[in-house]
C-alpha cells in the first residue's frame, strides 16, 4: 500500500509540470551510445509517454561508436580533425549504413505495441527525411574533412507541418546539399541548430554521466551559461561530456530557455527529470529558475509546510498562520517551480540599528546548494538598506554554521531591550550576531 501511495503522491506532483510541458517543443539528442545502453528500450518507453503527454518530440539519432566500429573492422582509418571526423568519399558509405542501421533501430522500437509493455496502444507515427541542409567543412587548417559537414538550415516549415499532425520527428546526424551531396554532421550540431530554429522550449542530451559535478564530486542540479563556460574552460571532462556540455550552453545562448544534460545509464533519468522538482541531471539555463524574492500572502500556505517540522523538532518557534500573515512583510523566500524551498525572516530595532535574523529554513530536499548563503546575503542586504550596522539571531541547533559565515557569539545583555525582555530561557538560545 505504501508504493501505491508513494506513487500517487509523485503523480499529483507532478501534474504542474505535465499541464506545463504540454504543447511544447523537445528536441532530444540520442547518441549512438545510448542505442547501445541496457536501458534503452526504457528510453523508448519513456519518450512514447512524453508523446502521449501532448509533447512534440524531434529525436536527433547519432551512431559514433557505430561508425568506430565498422570503419575499424575495415581497418579504415577513424581520422579525427579537432572536434569533427574526416570523412573522406572512400568511408561515406560506411558511414551510411552505420547511421541508417541505429535509425532503422529506433524506428522499429518506436513501433511497437505489443499488449504487454508500456508501448501498447502508443501507434506513433515517426516521420524521418531531407529536413536538415548542410554544407561541407572544406579544408580547415590544412585538413581537407572530405564529406564532413556542417549545418546550414533545418527545413522547419517541413518538421512544423510534421509535428502540428501529430508525429514525431526523426533528423540523423547526415545532411543533404542542393547538389545532392550527403554529409557527415555532429549530431551535437544538429540537436542544437533543431532547438534554435524551430525555437523548442528545451534542448535534452543523452550522456554517459549523470551531468556535470563539483570538483568534491556533487552534481549540479543546475548550471548558469556563465557558470558552464567556466567549468567548460577549467575542468577538465570526457570529450562527449564536453561536446554535450557545449551544445547546451550554445543552445540556451541562442534563446533556447532551457537544456538538459542527462544519463542514459540511469532508468526513467528523463522522467525524473522532467516531471520531478528534484531532477537527475544537470539544467543549464540563462537565469535561475530559482528566484530570491520578498514574500507575499500567497507563500503563507508553503512557508507553514516549509517551517513545521523545524517546529516539530523544537528547532524554530512556532508560528501560526495569522503571525505569519501579519509578519509577512518581514520574510523573504526563494521560489522553485511555484515551491517555496526557503525562507527567512528580518526583525528591525530600528532605534539599536540591530536587526534579528530569524526563522531561516531551507527544505531538506534542496540543501547543500548554497540556499542558506543566498538567504543570508538576502537578509544582509535588507537589513543595510534600512541603515541598521548589526544583525544578530537566536539558535539553538545551528551555531556553527553562523560561526562559519561570520557570526560570533555575544551576550544577552547586548540584545536590543525589548528582545531581551522577550528572551525564553528554557529554551536558553546562543546568541550569535554580525557587524555589517
Known amino acids: ?126 516521420c524521418s527525411g531531407n529536413y536538415v541542409i548542410a554544407r561541407p567543412l572544406g579544408v580547415v587548417e590544412g585538413i581537407d574533412y572530405g564529406h564532413s559537414g556542417e549545418v546550414r538550415r533545418i527545413d522547419t516549415e517541413a518538421i512544423f507541418r510534421l509535428l502540428e499532425d501529430d508525429n514525431m520527428v526523426l533528423l540523423p546526424h547526415l ?29 535534452v542530451i543523452f550522456s554517459e554521466e549523470e551531468g556535470i559535478f563539483t570538483r568534491d564530486g556533487e552534481l549540479y542540479s543546475e548550471l548558469l551559461t556563465k557558470d558552464a563556460e567556466e567549468i567548460l574552460q577549467s575542468q577538465t571532462l570526457s570529450s562527449n561530456t564536453h561536446a554535450s556540455l557545449s551544445a547546451c550552453v550554445m543552445a540556451v545562448r541562442q534563446n533556447v530557455p532551457r537544456a538538459h544534460l542527462i544519463s542514459y545509464n540511469i532508468n526513467g533519468g528523463l522522467i525524473r527529470e522532467l516531471f520531478t522538482r528534484e531532477g537527475s541531471g544537470t539544467m543549464i539555463d540563462e537565469d535561475s529558475y530559482e528566484q530570491l524574492r520578498p514574500a507575499n500572502i500567497d507563500d503563507v500556505g508553503g512557508m507553514m509546510a516549509l517551517l513545521a517540522p523545524l517546529e516539530e523538532k523544537g528547532a524554530l518557534v512556532r508560528r501560526s498562520r495569522e503571525l505569519l500573515e501579519n509578519e509577512i512583510d518581514r520574510f523573504i523566500v526563494i521560489e522553485r517551480d511555484g515551491a517555496i524551498v526557503a525562507c527567512a525572516a528580518l526583525y528591525p530595532f530600528e532605534s539599536e540599528n540591530a536587526g534579528e535574523l530569524a526563522c531561516l529554513a531551507v527544505s531538506p530536499n534542496y540543501r547543500g546548494e548554497n540556499r542558506g548563503e543566498r538567504l543570508l546575503k538576502g537578509i544582509e542586504q535588507a537589513a543595510k538598506e534600512l541603515k541598521l550596522t548589526q544583525v544578530f539571531l537566536l539558535t539553538t541547533r545551528t551555531a556553527h554554521w553562523f560561526i562559519e559565515h561570520g557570526f560570533s557569539e555575544t551576550s544577552l545583555e547586548q540584545l536590543p531591550a525589548q528582545k531581551k525582555a522577550l528572551y525564553n530561557y528554557q529554551r536558553n538560545s546562543k546568541i550569535f550576531a554580525k557587524s555589517l
Request: proline letters at 4%; aromatic letters at 6%.
Open 175 to 203: 545532411g543533404f546539399s542542393p547538389t545532392g551531396e550527403v554529409f557527415n554532421l555532429k549530431s551535437e550540431d544538429v540537436a542544437v541548430q533543431a532547438a534554435v530554429q524551430l525555437k523548442a522550449d528545451k534542448l
Open 1 to 126: 500500500m505504501s508504493d501505491e501511495l508513494n506513487y500517487v503522491d509523485w503523480f499529483r506532483h507532478s501534474s504542474p509540470y505535465i499541464n506545463a510541458h504540454r504543447g511544447k517543443t523537445f528536441v532530444i539528442l540520442i547518441p549512438g551510445e545510448a542505442a547501445e545502453c541496457e536501458h534503452f528500450s526504457s528510453i523508448i518507453h519513456d519518450l512514447a509517454l512524453l508523446d502521449s503527454l501532448g509533447i512534440r518530440l524531434v529525436l536527433v539519432q547519432g551512431a559514433r561508436p557505430q561508425i568506430d566500429r565498422v570503419l575499424s573492422k575495415g581497418e579504415q582509418l577513424n581520422q579525427l580533425g579537432g572536434e569533427y571526423r574526416v570523412t573522406p568519399q572512400e568511408q561515406l558509405l560506411n558511414v551510411i549504413q552505420a547511421s541508417a542501421a541505429v535509425r532503422v533501430q529506433l524506428e522499429a522500437q518506436l513501433s511497437m505495441g505489443l499488449s504487454n509493455t508500456p508501448m501498447a496502444g502508443a501507434r506513433l507515427k515517426v
